[in-house]
């Protein structure tokens, strides 16, 4: 099974608490009226939600995929086997 190396890990979490930082850092320095900052807010929530959801989905496809590939290699071995359990030996 794969498994990511802690430097990894470390470079995922940073550069998204740096990424959300500073976008939220950036919305609120904006010269605008209260309420046009708390639309950027919110679509900066609503894309991070989406976007956590989205890569979710595709590693979950990507998994279930992986499975009925073992499946089907699984089939195909017990096919093979069968077959050459009735072939006349030589």
Not at 17 to 26: Q, V
Request: glycine share 4%; hydrophobic share 45%; aromatic share 12%.
């Amino acid at each position: 099974m794969h498994s990511d190396s802690p430097a990894w890990t470390l470079y995922a979490f940073t550069s998204f608490a740096c990424a959300a930082g500073l976008m939220l850092l950036g919305v609120m320095q904006l010269d605008v009226p209260l309420w046009t900052r708390a639309y950027f807010l919110m679509g900066t929530f609503f894309l991070v939600g989406s976007s956590f959801t989205l890569a979710k989905t595709l590693r979950d496809r990507h998994e279930a995929q992986k499975l009925v590939n073992k499946i089907d290699e699984a089939k195909t071995e017990q096919l093979l086997k069968q077959w050459e359990l009735r072939q006349p030996t030589s």
